[in-house]
């Protein structure tokens, strides 16, 4: 047996609560974790690794990646995303079906599960399509294509218009208690917006986006979710409001979940002056308002998952007046540091931060990955939290490097990966503490 | 068995219609059950005749085509020794604008004993009954009630299990459109059968838990201990409605085929109504396996079954009135 023994760690395991010094152990040959405490019972032989007091964690689940594979290999293969993955401590990745063709077939569905496998160590799962081509009219196979493996539906980022096509989708998906991810964006609303819809907006004469967008749609689908039992995770929500709406509906019963990407926590409407489009993101970046009250949501349980929202754009859709340059950015990479920010703040507490990006997301796909447990995957990073860097989006590993964090001062720096007990990445700087047989 | 305690004369009813399950007390409907055992011999005999409703008039109105129901509420009316008329809707004055009250009328100034209706709304039965002074039997309204299906239904499985009382009855498919399905429900949950209700939540109205019976979205789970299995028509439309992805994955996940049907108990029989989709919600190794499959004989029990409704309707109708 090939073991790995990381010891004088901090370790923070979000489904115990635990946050103290200790040790891990677990057998990288099965891919398990052996043993996690204070002091973890290794087999003789192990390969020890001296964590030098950093934070031990389970690997990051990131609900929302989007990736060229296949159709536009030229933003994102399976590789290059596994890879910026590996390095930003993500163990398991649900990719968006908006590729193309779209995955709403199961024979899509197997190929993104062989194809990933062969390509990454990085656990690669897609999400399938929640209506046919993405068009919103007509559902998809959704029970075949759940036991072919894909892990959601979602209909990406082309939200469903029509509320029948809606209500059924959902309804059907109760049977399977297939997770729906919806983004909730008012088509007729949204069209034509380059950014948060406000002052701002008027005074850099671009087309804004109303938070009314998010909401009009928000409102619908949590009375369908209401309706129809279906679980339905609110994909990306960027408003004061939403946190409200959702918390209202959650009151309720209805089982409704949401997520936020990391650069809503970490970024505001101010970040798109100058007109820097690699902050051009859908949802746009909206209020100062609006990111303090996400992060609010965060805390208190109402939002439940971070998100990177990894959308990596090559130059070309980059490099063009703003309300033509394409939404989306690579975040891979930027999703721990990012979230990170608002820990750093002091305004969220490092459990509830890391649960959003292990154990919740982690759960509602029904996965055994994220959490430090016996028996459990031995997905996990080592992270130096507080370790000062300015981020040069130059230097992503991802196949397009926009980032809107480029030039930010962040902490946070993931050390080691390890995906099912292998090593997936290992920063440079690691080799700091002794390492060697015990 | 049951036929031991077979009346020997006509049920009385205490409505005048037979509109749905609801118009029968429990011992209406087992007395029905009985009565139509003494009729069901007759079917096999060389002279399948009786006189009973000799000089009464029976009109078959469909207004939807229906190939099976209309031939056998017109044997049975023949056999009883009824006058049947058909009246087929395409070529009747209805094509020509008049409304279902005016047809009503036309019918009622015609003076018949029993009227057979088969129309596309829920509810059309009951709107002409108010209409006429003869006895109604609704023979499907939309989505409503078909409740002579129910009583053949139940009438089957007695013949074949020796009870219904305590049996485990799996109803599958298209809950949410079948006027089969509500009429079995009522019916066999009267009659203390245990009633389970299986499709995709699409095709099974969420309000149905509080029909008295179970619900389930996993067909291998619900057909667990199942005595008997009601497969349902999938109308074709549904799926272009979008209420499901497409055939294969229903017959996959709510098709009955062998390897399903073995979950359910050894001796499970499997019903249908008719007529079948074959490959989408029933395979034919089912359906044609005389060994588990009553298809056929619900056809022919379900001449008997009608023959015990319509003298029984007739005959209840004559006690308190002035023959003329």
């Not at chain 1, 990719?95 to 197997?110: A, E």
């Not at chain 1, 990177?308 to 859709?317: F, N």
């Amino acid at each position: 047996m090939s073991a790995v023994h990381i010891v004088n760690a901090r370790i923070v395991d979000p489904a115990t609560a635990f946050d103290g010094p200790g040790e891990i152990a677990f057998d990288a040959g099965a891919g398990v974790i052996l043993s996690v405490g204070s002091k973890a019972k290794a087999p003789r032989g192990a390969i020890v690794i001296d964590a030098g007091e950093h934070m031990v964690c389970p690997g990051l689940v990131d609900l929302r990646v989007v990736i060229g594979e296949p159709g536009a290999e030229s933003r994102e293969t399976f590789k290059s995303a596994g890879r910026a993955a590996a390095a930003g401590g993500v163990t398991t990745l649900v990719q968006m079906p908006n590729t193309d063709p779209v995955i709403d077939d199961v024979s899509l569905v197997d190929f993104v599960l062989r194809r990933a496998e062969a390509r990454t160590e990085v656990r690669i799962l897609p999400a399938a399509a929640l209506t046919r081509g993405l068009k919103g009219e007509a559902m998809t196979e959704i029970g075949l294509l759940a036991e072919a493996g894909a892990a959601m539906f979602t209909n990406a980022d082309a939200p469903i218009a029509d509320s029948r096509v809606m209500r059924r989708a959902m309804s059907y998906a109760t049977a399977f208690d297939a997770l729906v991810a919806h983004r909730p964006e008012d088509p007729t609303l949204a069209p034509g917006g380059a950014m948060h819809e406000g002052e701002l907006a008027a005074r850099m004469g671009l087309p804004g986006v109303p938070c009314a967008a998010e909401t009009i749609m928000l409102g619908r689908d949590l009375a369908l979710a209401e309706l129809t039992g279906a679980r339905l995770l609110v994909d990306m929500i960027s408003c004061a409001e939403s946190v409200s709406m959702l918390a209202r509906a959650k009151s309720k019963g209805v089982k409704a979940y949401a997520s936020v990407s990391v650069h809503h926590l970490g970024l505001n409407e101010m970040d798109v002056a100058g007109y820097r489009t690699f902050a051009k993101l859908s949802p746009p970046l909206r209020s100062e308002a609006d990111r303090l009250a996400l992060i609010a949501g965060l805390a208190e349980g109402v939002i439940d998952v971070i998100v990177s929202g990894h959308d990596p754009r090559p130059a070309e859709d980059k490099r063009l007046p703003f309300d033509e340059a394409a939404p989306g950015a690579a975040a891979l990479e930027t999703l721990l540091p990012g979230a990170l920010m608002a820990y750093h703040a002091e305004m969220i507490g490092l459990l509830p931060l890391l649960s959003a990006m292990t154990l919740k997301p982690a759960e509602l796909l029904g996965l055994p990955q994220g959490r430090l447990a016996p028996g459990a995957p031995a997905d996990l990073i080592l992270v130096d939290l507080g370790a000062p860097f300015r981020l040069d989006a130059d230097k992503l590993l991802s196949k397009s490097r926009n980032s809107p964090f480029d030039g930010k001062l962040m902490q946070g720096r993931v050390l080691r990966t390890y995906v099912g007990g292998a090593e997936a990445y290992v920063a440079s700087s690691a080799h700091t503490g002794r390492e060697g047989l015990g | 068995m049951t036929s031991a305690a077979a009346p020997d004369s006509a049920v009385r009813l205490s409505r005048r219609d037979l509109l749905a399950i609801d118009d029968l007390t429990r011992a209406e409907a087992i007395a029905l059950l009985d009565r139509a055992e003494r009729f069901a011999p007759l079917l096999s005999a060389s002279v399948k005749k009786l006189d009973t409703l000799r000089g009464r008039t029976l009109i078959n109105l469909f207004f939807e085509t229906s190939t099976r129901t209309q031939s056998s509420f017109e044997l049975a009316g023949k056999r009883m020794g009824a006058d049947v008329v058909n009246m087929a809707v395409r070529t009747s004055a209805m094509a020509k604008g008049e409304t279902l009250i005016d047809t009503a009328a036309t019918l009622n100034a015609m003076s018949p004993d029993l009227l057979v209706v088969r129309h596309a709304s829920s509810g059309a039965a009951a709107l002409l009954a108010r209409k006429v002074s003869c006895s109604v039997i609704n023979a499907g309204d939309g989505q409503h009630e078909h409740p002579t299906q129910a009583l053949l239904d139940a009438f089957t499985i007695r013949r074949e299990k020796g009870r219904i009382e305590g049996l485990t009855i799996a109803i599958c498919g298209d809950i949410a459109h079948s006027r089969v399905a509500r009429s079995n429900v009522r019916l066999l949950t009267l009659l203390g059968a245990r009633v389970r209700l299986i499709g995709p939540p699409t095709l099974v109205p969420a309000s149905a838990a509080r029909w008295g019976v179970e619900i389930s979205h996993d067909m291998r789970r619900g057909l667990e201990a199942c005595d008997v299995i009601m497969m349902l028509r999938l109308q074709l439309e549904r799926m272009q409605g979008g209420l499901i992805p497409s055939q294969r994955e229903f017959f996959w996940f709510y098709g009955l085929d062998e390897d399903k049907l073995r979950l359910a108990k050894p001796d499970a029989l499997v019903m249908h109504p008719g007529p079948m989709n074959r490959g989408v919600e029933i395979d034919s190794r089912v359906a044609d396996d005389p060994r588990v499959s009553l298809i056929e004989k619900q056809v022919r029990n379900g001449v008997a079954m009608r023959m015990a409704v319509l003298e029984a309707l007739a005959c209840s109708r004559t006690t308190g009135e002035t023959e003329p």
